[in-house]
């Protein structure tokens, strides 16, 4: 009975989150060679099912360079067929962007093309899942 209760709960939960877009990209503090920057992660879960967001391990890339990373562990509950929002914190290393440039970038609110690879860990009846993310989009930083 637990396994046919099981195989149900999967098959109804048969798509993962999709990655909508990270919004609301603002910097939170710049210290030396390291600034933080915090937004907003939105996903879309298609599925009847509800699930819990565990961990988002996601590198950001600009111009096809790693610039920096979100490493965030949570319990964030996600509703079925609903979209959602989770906050994220990520860590640039303002060298790796090239000081300046990334001081003029930062400050000026230029537009910047990032990509973001990597996964989410999620939990569905219990069964952990990783789901990978390789998304590309245009943002403009603000202070």
Known sequence: MAIMAL???CKNASQPPEFKRV???KVAKVSG????LNGDAFFYNPNKARMLLRKVEIDVFLKDKRIGVINQALKTKIPGQSEFKVPVDATFDIGDIGLLNGIMSILGGKKMKVRYVGKIKLKIYG???AVPIDYEDEIKLRL
Request: glycine share 0%; proline share 8%; no cysteine.
């Open 127 to 129: 069964v952990p899942v």
């Open 7 to 9: 195989t149900y709960s």
């Open 33 to 36: 060679k390291e600034a933080v």
């Open 23 to 25: 919004a609301n990209v």
